[in-house]
């Protein structure tokens, strides 16, 4: 079992920028893929970003593409979103999640593990 804890979130202005930082634990980080999603109030979970478990073949929403950079640190076991020129529709709480072995997809069920979330909010 790997548990993932989500860091980072917060409230910030329109064009205001975050990082967020996602540490997992309980299995060799290298084998992981591992993503981000997020889920605003009313709405279903969507993909945002995911990364393979060497850091290559990075992968994002069209919605985020350019704005938003995901990355991560095997060393410190840990991933990042860092989130560039925020929108309020950006505002959403926001989840990381890993899959043992394969490329980072797009598809929530894909992966095993799921960290709590960290809301971030986006003021107009």
């Known amino acids: 079992q790997v548990q993932m804890v989500e860091s980072g979130g917060g409230l910030v202005q329109a064009g205001g920028s975050l990082r967020l930082s996602c540490a997992a634990s309980?299995?060799?980080?290298?084998?992981?893929?591992t993503g981000w999603f997020r889920q605003a109030p009313g709405k279903e979970r969507e993909f945002v970003a995911a990364i393979n478990g060497r850091g290559g073949s990075p992968n994002y929403a069209g919605n985020v593409k350019g704005r938003f950079t995901i990355s991560r640190d095997n060393a410190k076991t840990t991933v990042y979103l860092q989130m560039n020129s925020l929108k309020p529709e950006d505002t959403a709480i926001y989840y990381c999640?890993?899959?043992?072995?394969?490329?980072?997809?797009?598809?929530?069920?894909?992966?095993?593990?799921w960290g709590q979330g960290t809301q971030v909010t986006v003021s107009s």
């Open positions: 999640a890993s899959r043992f072995m394969g490329d980072g997809s797009s598809v929530a069920g894909n992966y095993d593990s």
């Open positions: 309980g299995r060799t980080f290298s084998n992981l893929a």
